[in-house]
């Protein structure tokens, strides 16, 4: 039977209904993938600057104020800063910078009603391109209504211009010291005549990433004996390309007094894996970048002011913050830009290696008990100067019945070895060959080797007991093959041989 005209004509109006479903569906479906992309692409685009109209009124000629300190021809690019000062002095003030900020940070709201800030950044012969992209990162990235002021400290710099004609910038407060003071007792000229009830400290080669400050400040307004430290992104010293750190990282330290970034303890990781957002406790902080309540600060007796130059004063802070009770967090949703230079560009008028020793001895002295003998096994030098008014500093620790460093180590820092009491030495073994230091590292796969030296590298820390015995920071041993031809690492053994022994 030959199907009727009606049913060829229904069995048509269905064909048809369904592709034009399926074409629905695959246009349905194509534009979903399109969203998609773009919100990924949103992620990984360096955002663009939202431009604060803060900043209409500026009047600064920014090329003139930069061409002034320009270079010559000849002239060696890192001579002056340690960092490339060609790259920096050619990229504009307000380049735009990648967004570093787990994606989770986006969906974070703060209160309006947070507290404005008072920045305090202290210079000296710092370049001036640097200087004013600090600066103009801040006025650019923080909103009007958080920042009351800009705390200038140019800490007697030999150019007086390199701070004076900034002045007009907004919010720009002005201080200039008549003599070289350091970083520590600068910042505290800057603390002097803050206005804000919460101060920001940032330092002078620095650029801020989007939604900076809020996390900061929400952070200690919720808590005001927590500190907190934003993320520090790296500034490469060669190129000045902005690069994102790890999410996965703390502060800490060896027994030289040497600040190192330590991983996350897997339960940690574990945390912030969960949620990016989470603040990550941290032992110590860098120092350069933190927001703190004025109030706070000033009862934990603000800097110790005869800390010199540059130097320890981020382990003051850091331990007598955790054992006065209050915290340090680094809050993964605030991203700052930081140049990493491989040397100090200024002197220290009583050298660089003297000026450091004395300052963590006055750290040492006042809040780490008898583990500051450790420190001095390790470190070395002169540890019978005399250090001026350090019992004013004792009294402060008295006054806010602070903790004992037992209770730090166990509590804030359980991961950082102790040696023993019958360990006669710490540090590197180091060898000067053609002029380059190498130093005895452990490898991946247990063996020990020769490589060049690596400043605060902990495969190159080994301790020496008694009895002569080399061991590292895992409590393994140096061994030598029954062979004689290379050594490796083993559980300890005093009994054993082949254990590779100093003696004196």
């Known amino acids: 039977m030959k199907p009727s005209l009606c049913h060829v004509a229904k069995q048509t109006q269905f064909i048809l209904e369904r592709r034009m479903k399926c074409k629905l569906k695959r246009i349905f479906t194509l534009l979903i993938v399109f969203i998609w992309l773009l919100v990924l692409l949103s992620y990984f685009q360096a955002p663009k600057v939202q431009k604060n109209t803060i900043l209409a009124s500026s009047t600064l000629d920014e090329t003139s104020y930069i061409s002034k300190t320009k270079l010559s021809e000849s002239e060696d690019p890192y001579h002056r800063h340690k960092f490339n000062q060609q790259i920096s002095d050619e990229l504009d003030s307000d380049r735009p910078i990648p967004d570093t900020r787990p994606p989770q940070c986006l ?4 209160d309006k009603r947070v507290s404005s800030t008072s ?196 382990f003051e802070i850091s ?5 006065c009770g209050g915290s340090l967090k680094i809050i993964p949703c605030s991203r700052v830009g930081h140049i990493f230079r491989k040397s100090h560009p200024y002197e220290f008028p009583l050298g660089n290696g003297h ?76 060898q000067i060959y053609k002029g380059q230091s190498y130093c005895l590292s452990e490898s991946k796969t247990s063996k020990v080797l020769a490589v060049k030296c690596i400043p605060k590298d902990k495969k190159m820390q080994w301790v020496m007991s008694v009895t002569g015995m080399i061991q590292n920071e895992k409590d393994k041993c140096l061994y030598a093959s029954k062979k004689r031809k290379r050594i490796s690492l083993k559980d300890c053994d005093n009994s054993d ?5 100093l003696f004196f």
């Open 319 to 323: 331990f007598k913050t955790w054992m």
């Open 355 to 430: 000026t450091y020793l004395m300052n963590v001895r006055r750290v040492a002295e006042v809040w780490m008990d008898r583990y500051k003998r450790i420190f001095y096994r390790a470190r070395g030098g002169n540890m019978n100067e005399p250090l001026p008014r350090i019992k004013e500093r004792r009294l402060i620790r008295e006054r806010l019945k602070c903790r004992p460093f037992d209770w730090y180590l166990m509590e804030v820092y359980p991961e950082l070895r102790v040696p023993n009491v019958d360990e006669l030495a710490y540090g590197e073994i180091k």
């Open 107 to 110: 969906e974070e709201s703060y």
């Open 119 to 314: 920045i305090i950044i202290t210079f000296h012969n710092e370049a001036r391109s640097a200087l004013l992209r600090t600066i103009k990162s801040v006025l650019d990235r923080t909103p009007p209504r958080l920042l009351m002021e800009i705390i200038l400290v140019d800490d007697f710099s030999a150019n007086e211009k390199d701070g004076a004609l900034l002045k007009d910038l907004p919010k720009i407060v002005l201080m200039r010291n008549d003599k070289r003071e350091g970083l520590i007792r600068s910042r505290l000229k800057g603390v002097s005549v803050a206005k804000s009830s919460i101060l920001t400290f940032l330092d002078s080669h620095c650029e801020v990433n989007v939604g900076w400050i809020e996390p900061l400040l929400a952070k200690v307004e919720q808590d005001p004996l927590a500190i907190a430290s934003p993320v520090i992104d790296i500034i490469k010293t060669d190129t000045l390309e902005y690069k994102a750190s790890s999410n996965y990282l703390k502060g800490g330290f060896d027994w030289n007094m040497h600040f190192i970034w330590e991983p996350l303890l897997e339960k940690e990781m574990k945390e912030q894996k969960a949620d990016s957002t989470h603040p990550i406790s941290t032992p110590v902080i860098a120092g350069g970048v933190f927001a703190v309540q004025k109030q706070w600060f000033n009862q934990l007796g603000q800097y110790d002011s005869l800390l010199e130059i540059w130097g320890a004063e981020n």
């Open 497 to 501: 041989f082949n254990q590779v022994k």
